[in-house]
């Protein structure tokens, strides 16, 4: 691959991914509110809200570290946007398949956190400054089971002997649920639970909204961000929850669908990437739509000791079956 | 410039590079937003629910970990007690938990 093949195509998957970004967040708030009864937003408000806070004014609050703070909403747009290249699309593998695997998909996931966890603190609010301390918090909860759900799943891999087994083309192209026995199957599916449970706290919704929490810190973190700087976070935040999902995808479901039916081709991948498309909307709607309504949101000291306790338990039993399987079955 | 693992790679080069197109495209987007405002005013004010701002509205640091030790106080207390300060009890420690790690390897 050519450099120029490879800036058109971090290019496409960018642009792409950014819009498609955004329609899932009109989609999330449409279906979330005709869950809750209401008629909702149209599907195009993510964008109206964009060009709504461009015409808004940028206020630095007086007691801010003004660089810190206006520095943030990028790197968190930087970290949330990069992160979407090292991810595969549906049957083509990552753009920078061999520049980066799943450890950095991490790092970059947390990164977005950790960027408004310090725009928090550096907008000198008392409020901003409880939310950023709830983001740290949260991100120390949810960041272990997500590592034992990764692990285990290189774990399994590296077993095949199919490649790089931290690699996302490795583990996109090797889906283990054919490849292990029963026990393996119920570790997967406990692995599987956990990440989905991880995926709503690792983008802030709720029940794992306590950074924000309108209706008890007014915002938290983000509070005193508004203008263009609440916009790099409103995109940064659309474009993590996809790459979250195409994360998850990639992990657990990479099926492809033009293969059983015998479509071959341009037809057959154009018809993959729409699947690709589809699968993580169904994750973002299990995980995220489904959850923020059907549950509260929950204090910061539940999320720790759900996360660390219960949680942790569950990723560890999906390893422990996986070992098992692997020591029964061979 | 690539690390290589075996199992896995990363390129700081490549992932700053295109960091940099990404900060580059936020800039332009940056730069249509409205930037004005008035400094000064109360408009620059942190929003405290329009209460006055007191004089020192600071939340400590030391607050930070108290969802942390609140959620897992129990675990926490029950680890506290292994803590008695003695430095021969942390050798014992450090020598049953090597040794049982070795003997996992060991038997591995």
């Not at chain 1, 979407?84 to 699309?89: A, Q």
């Not at chain 2, 803590?83 to 390897?105: C, M, N, Q």
């Amino acid at each position: 691959m050519t450099a120029v093949s490879a800036l058109w195509q971090a290019a496409l998957v960018l642009g792409g991914g950014t819009l498609l970004a955004l329609v899932y967040k009109g989609f999330d708030r449409k279906l979330a509110a005709r869950m809750q009864g209401r008629i909702g937003p149209p599907i195009r408000q993510p964008f109206l809200d964009l060009g709504k806070l461009l015409v808004k004014e940028t206020v630095v609050p007086r007691t801010a570290v003004r660089w810190v703070f206006n520095l943030m909403p990028f790197l968190a747009l930087v970290a949330a946007g990069t992160v979407l290249l090292y991810l595969p699309v549906g049957p083509f593998a990552p753009v920078l398949s061999g520049y980066g695997d799943v450890i950095v998909v991490l790092y970059l996931l947390a990164l977005p956190a950790i960027a408004m966890a310090l725009g928090g603190f550096a907008s000198g609010s008392p409020y901003g400054v409880v939310g950023a301390q709830r983001e740290l918090v949260m991100l120390m909860s949810y960041e272990f089971p997500l590592a034992v759900v990764v692990v285990a799943l290189a774990w399994r891999v590296a077993e095949l002997g199919a490649g790089p087994a931290f690699s996302l083309a490795t583990l996109a192209g090797n889906p283990l649920w054919a490849q292990v026995g029963p026990l393996g199957v119920l570790g997967l599916a406990l692995l599987l639970v956990a990440l989905l449970v991880v995926t709503p706290a690792e983008l802030s919704k709720i029940p794992f909204d306590i950074p924000e929490a309108e209706t008890e810190i007014a915002g938290g973190l983000v509070v005193e961000y508004s203008g263009v700087n609440l916009a790099l976070f409103y995109l940064a935040d659309a474009i993590k929850t996809v790459a979250m999902a195409a994360l998850v995808v990639a992990l657990f479901i990479p099926y492809g669908i033009a293969g059983p039916l015998g479509i071959g081709g341009i037809g057959g991948q154009i018809l993959d990437v729409a699947f690709f498309f589809l699968k993580v909307f169904a994750v973002i709607f299990a995980a995220v739509t489904t959850v923020r309504v059907a549950f509260a949101r929950l204090k910061v000291d539940q999320i720790a000791r759900g996360f660390w306790i219960p949680l942790t338990a569950v990723a560890l039993a999906g390893l422990l079956l996986l070992v098992l399987d692997k020591a029964v079955v061979g | 410039m690539r690390l290589v693992t075996g199992q896995g790679y990363w390129s700081p080069l490549v992932w700053l590079a295109l960091a940099a197109g990404v900060a580059f495209f936020g800039w332009l987007f940056w730069r249509l937003g409205r930037r004005t405002y008035k400094a000064g005013t109360d408009q620059d004010a942190p929003f405290l629910s329009g209460e006055a701002a007191p004089e020192r509205a600071h939340v400590g640091g030391q607050h930070l970990y108290w969802g942390f030790l609140q959620g897992l106080r129990p675990t926490l207390e029950a680890l506290r007690v292994f803590h008695s300060g003695f430095l021969g009890d942390y050798v014992t420690w450090t020598v049953v938990v090597v040794a049982v790690a070795l003997l996992v390897v060991m038997l591995t």
